[in-house]
């Protein structure tokens, strides 16, 4: 049967059969590919370097430490890696509300999970001794897991702690745990019947055991201590050091400790503790103005984890001088991202716009990173970015090689806070907070010029464009600390003169909009849906409630996607903007800000987990467009005939989505179920 009858057919059964009206199949999100994320720890064993970069581990080389080079990395985790400790030939990872994860270490070209046990809640710190791992959550303390098998980990005992467990390491017979300022030692001779010893007050970040003392670093008291703690049932405190900033790590080598500074000064800092009673400063060295997380020590260096700019190597031969000497940085956060070719757009807290090369979406590959300021948004215009600055204004880059970006021209608005931007007509709409919604000519990017501006009700904080009109998210804070929020049209006719025609009551922070149709979709404290259709007497006709607040959206046919940090990406069913109801959820690895969505993907900037793709199935949407309706009759007949001739024609697509009645196969078998998602 040839296409074209095939669709006939189709028609001819909506029009003779009659069938009850049904819900689409709610659609399904499943990672493709994922760049970057946070770098928060690292641990080195002879040449190599393990290095936690947002959810996976990075394995490099560091033969010469001044070019640490990339071997491997892991899948995928299901949290952002936190904290790690090599032992018997694996990898123990701290991951979050996803336990305890195990890598199998044999092929640093491919680190591989081969188990894992999920524990309590947040799992914040591992150590490992002969067959056991200690582990310590942030809600049911101390754990012990028997990882004698790595496939098949299980938890065996564990104790409550004084409070919120955050660090741990194992001594002999003794584990020591750090909890929200307490330093607790717990008796492991028995690993099935861990007893409490001795408790004492002390930092809460790191604990690190050596030759019967305990070195802490963490709150309240942001310095190195030291504990004597040969008596398990009286820790004491014998030594201090007080440093400039807060630590954040620790490593031990010979007399010497290196220590992470998470504030400033920042960087790494290096004692000698050959009497820990009274350990002596001897050098540092920062970094940049940003916080240092893990460190760790190898072949004569210290290798310091910089959250923002990389992995730092240091000579540390002389150590009161300590030498940077080389920095492994392919790693990028996200905040915001614009999609455009094939090619992402990622900017976050580093002073760089990240160019991802997404044409292969499985293989993420940074080509550049171009060096800009910390950017509040980004849009794309034909061979353009315009990058917001905050009060910095809106700098104009040329993309036109996505491998060799330029700069190209600063908009420098006298007052304000370029938070967003939306480009129509050689325009440039900058959300500009105290200074409203401001409008530049830039149809010749190297010269923009500012042409009028219209003041908001407060801050503005988002904006989008159609026609002849300007949709701004604003909030204006109140008498008793809270905030109003709105949603104002602005009439942009006249640039030189831009008048507000309407308003509209918004129940949560408008941090982002997207206008589709004669809706605008408000992310803020879940989605706020208005009918904008009259444009003086817009009109909030929906909402999808929720407790914490959003801060990205994207919209594609019946579909909303809407970004929570620290919870998810929710897919909102907008077929009835009246009813708005979450159809999917889609749990990133760290915390996801903004998004985009092209064909059946959406791009997701999670600003501890980097740059995700994910594939977005919808049953039945054989075109991609967000919704199924009769113009999805020819390419499901052409994915029912002929696979390799869909893929060919619709690369942005999933011919899986022809699967409708969900088998697993893609036969006949689908043509009644995806006839019924056509009916009205």
């Not at 942001?222 to 201090?240: A, C, K, M, T, W």
């Not at 700019?309 to 940085?329: Q, T």
């Not at 994207?554 to 996607?561: F, L």
Request: hydrophobic content about 40%; some cysteine; charged content about 20%.
């Amino acid at each position: 049967m040839s296409h074209l009858h095939f669709s006939r057919t189709i028609f001819s059964w909506l029009a003779l059969i009659g069938i009850p009206a049904l819900a689409a199949t709610d659609p399904k999100v499943e990672l493709v590919g994922q760049w970057g994320g946070l770098s928060s720890e690292v641990v080195t064993d002879g040449n190599l370097a393990y290095l936690a970069i947002g959810p996976r581990v990075v394995v490099l080389d560091i033969t010469d430490p001044a070019q640490p080079k990339k071997l491997g990395q892991s899948s995928v985790l299901p949290r952002d890696v936190l904290r790690m400790v090599l032992g018997n030939g694996h990898l123990y990872v701290a991951n979050q509300t996803a336990g305890l994860q195990i890598l199998e270490l044999s092929n640093p070209f491919e680190p591989r999970r081969v188990g894992g046990c999920k524990l309590g809640s947040d799992v914040r710190d591992v150590a490992v001794q002969g067959s056991f791992a200690y582990v310590v959550d942030d809600r049911d303390g101390f754990h012990i897991v028997d990882v004698t098998d790595p496939r098949a980990p299980r938890r065996i005992s564990g104790l409550p702690t004084k409070h919120i467990g955050s660090s741990v390491d194992v001594s002999g017979s003794f584990a020591y745990v750090c909890s929200w300022y307490w330093l607790e030692v717990i008796d492991v001779t028995d690993p099935y019947q861990p007893v409490k010893r001795g408790a004492c007050r002390a930092g809460d970040w790191e604990v690190v055991v050596r030759g019967g003392y305990a070195f802490v670093v963490g709150h309240p008291s942001e310095d190195l201590q030291i504990f004597y703690v040969s008596n398990p049932d009286d820790p004491r405190l014998v030594g201090h050091l007080a440093t400039d900033g807060w630590l954040m790590d620790l490593a031990l080598s010979d007399n010497l400790v290196f220590l992470a500074n998470g504030s400033w000064p920042y960087g790494l800092q290096i004692a000698d503790i050959s009497n820990p009673l009274k350990p002596v400063l001897l050098g540092s060295r920062r970094t940049t103005d940003y916080t240092a997380g893990g460190v760790a020590v190898g072949r004569g260096h210290a290798f310091l984890v910089d959250w923002k700019y990389g992995l730092h190597a240091f000579d540390v031969a002389n150590p009161r001088e300590p030498r940077l000497v080389g920095i492994y940085d392919d790693f990028g956060h996200g905040q915001h991202l614009a999609v455009a070719d094939g090619w992402v757009y990622l900017t976050g807290y580093r002073e760089a716009v990240d160019v991802i090369d997404a044409r292969n979406r499985n293989q993420l590959v940074r080509a550049v990173a171009f060096s800009s300021r910390r950017s509040n948004g980004i849009a794309i215009d034909g061979y353009f970015a315009y990058v917001t600055q905050g009060t910095k204004g809106l700098e104009i880059m040329d993309i036109s090689d996505p491998t060799a970006p330029r700069h190209v021209s600063q908009l420098s608005p006298t007052e304000g806070e370029a938070r967003d931007v939306a480009i129509a007509a050689g325009r440039a709409h900058i959300a500009n907070h105290i200074g409203g919604l401001l409008i530049a000519d830039v149809s010749d990017p190297a010269r923009p010029r500012v042409l009028g501006s219209c003041p908001v009700t407060g801050y503005a904080l988002s904006v989008s464009v159609a026609g002849s009109l300007a949709y701004v998210g604003a909030m204006s804070p109140r008498l008793d600390g809270a905030y109003s929020n709105s949603l104002e049209v602005i009439d942009i006719r006249n640039p030189q003169v831009p008048v507000r025609v309407g308003l509209c009551d918004l129940t949560g922070q408008p941090h982002d909009i997207a206008m589709v149709g004669q809706y605008v979709y408000a992310a803020g404290t879940g989605l706020d849906i208005v009918d904008v259709s009259n444009p003086v007497s817009p009109l909030r006709v929906g909402r999808w409630p929720a407790s914490n607040s959003t801060y990205g959206v994207a919209v594609m046919g019946d579909y909303a996607y809407v970004a929570m940090p620290g919870t998810a990406v929710f897919v909102i069913d907008v077929s009835d903007p009246h009813a708005p109801r979450a159809a999917a959820q889609y749990k990133t690895s760290g915390w996801p800000f903004d998004l985009a969505v092209a064909g059946g993907y959406l791009y997701i900037a999670d600003d501890s987990g980097g740059l995700v793709v994910a594939a977005v199935h919808i049953p039945g949407d054989m075109n991609c467009d967000g919704s199924v309706n009769r113009h999805d009759i020819d390419p499901f007949v052409i994915a029912l005939t002929n696979a390799a001739d869909y893929r060919a024609t619709f690369p942005d697509c999933h011919w899986t989505n022809a699967d409708t009645n969900a088998d697993g196969v893609v036969d006949n078998f689908d043509i009644d179920p995806f006839v019924k998602l056509l009916t009205p």
